[in-house]
């Protein structure tokens, strides 16, 4: 029998009438559109997408609770309240391009294709509302490590009615959330999570554990809504930089809002150290979106497909293969580096890298 709470926590019942009484959850154009694509978004407000209960059957939920236990799931685990020899980066990075656009959502709208905003996907080239942890697994990616297969997407930014795609690989970070970067671990395969919120206010954005510097261009930053202008040159884009929580359950790939299963680390008393907290005590790597939209000059129209820029989010869905993102995690967070794509540190060329010349674990 599946082990799981017997009643939802008050947040998340909380979060499920909120959404009843608002009516959302409307749905959106069915339209796929590839890169480049010029359809207008299904909607410019905060429409066709929510954090509520999920009560659709799918691959990986054949009950359709929202629970999707990890197997084996990790016991016997206590944060580490250590502290190792100081480094000042203990990352890598994922560099995937888009792949195409498609108002699907495999994690909040499993199996319901249309349903969602419209989304700007990347990684593994497979990803819809069908997607499961099976159907991703050793897939095609545009992310320069063949063994990573995971769903990476985000809403899509319009100017008007045409959509702005990233242009080439973007920057994804796996880093270290807590102090004792010893301890991370790799993601389980098919662990899934949203991170930020299409529903939040500005406020809420603006406190958001994962802000980072909010959307910037040229010399403006920190900014919660999208800036009015930008300068209108050709090194010029509209960025965003946005960071995931990095301490697992160990229990759950997924809960019913998406969240619950995951936590950002918290400061350990006394200290300035970041450990994770007792009910998440798992430390995985911290991913960190770092976007580049192709626009400037007049932002007045611009527009995220959620609704204003401070509706931002994203959604993460583990497909690496494991042994290559174990070779990563362990040489590059564990190992106290800054490392590209390959897990090559060019401040430490002697540490090597973990992949060959094709991105591929030798």
């Not at 629970?67 to 203990?90: E, L, M």
Request: aromatic share 10%; hydrophobic share 35%; net charge negative.
């Amino acid at each position: 029998m599946r082990p799981r709470p017997k009643r939802l926590p008050a947040l998340l019942l909380g979060t499920a009438l909120t959404a009843a009484g608002l009516g959302v959850g409307t749905i959106a154009s069915a339209a796929t559109g590839q890169p480049g694509d010029g359809a207008p978004a299904a909607h410019a407000g905060h429409a066709g997408h929510t954090m509520a209960v999920s009560t659709v059957s799918s691959g990986d939920d054949p009950d359709g609770d929202g629970y999707i236990p990890a197997v084996p799931q990790v016991t016997g685990v206590t944060p580490s309240t250590a502290t190792p020899p100081p480094r000042y980066f203990h990352e890598f990075q994922a560099n995937c391009s888009v792949t195409h656009t498609a108002a699907d959502d495999p994690i909040v709208y499993p199996g319901q294709p249309g349903r969602s905003h419209d989304h700007t996907f990347m990684g593994n080239t497979s990803t819809n509302a069908y997607s499961t942890t099976a159907s991703l697994a050793g897939g095609t990616t545009t992310c320069k490590a063949p063994a990573d297969a995971s769903g990476y997407w985000m809403p899509s930014l319009y100017n008007g009615d045409r959509k702005i795609l990233p242009v080439g690989p973007q920057t994804i970070y796996y880093k270290a959330g807590v102090t004792d970067y010893t301890s991370v671990r790799p993601f389980p395969k098919g662990l899934r999570f949203v991170v930020g919120d299409p529903m939040q206010s500005a406020d809420e954005f603006r406190r958001h554990r994962g802000f980072v510097e909010g959307w910037e261009c040229g010399d403006s930053y920190f900014n919660v809504d999208f800036p009015a202008s930008c300068p209108s040159r050709p090194d010029v884009q509209l960025n965003i930089r946005f960071q995931a929580p990095s301490c697992w359950d160990g229990k759950y790939l997924d809960t019913p809002d998406h969240k619950s299963h995951m936590a950002y680390p918290v400061v350990k008393p006394g200290t300035n150290d970041n450990m994770c907290p007792a009910d998440h005590p798992v430390a995985l790597p911290m991913i960190e979106f770092k976007m580049a939209f192709p626009v400037n000059g007049d932002l007045s129209q611009v527009r995220l497909a959620s609704g204003r820029g401070y509706s931002f989010h994203y959604d993460f869905f583990n497909a690496w293969e494991d042994r290559t993102l174990k070779a990563l995690v362990d040489h590059c967070i564990v190992g106290g580096l800054q490392c590209d794509a390959r897990g090559y540190d060019q401040t430490h060329p002697e540490a090597g890298a973990v992949l060959n010349a094709d991105y591929r674990l030798p």
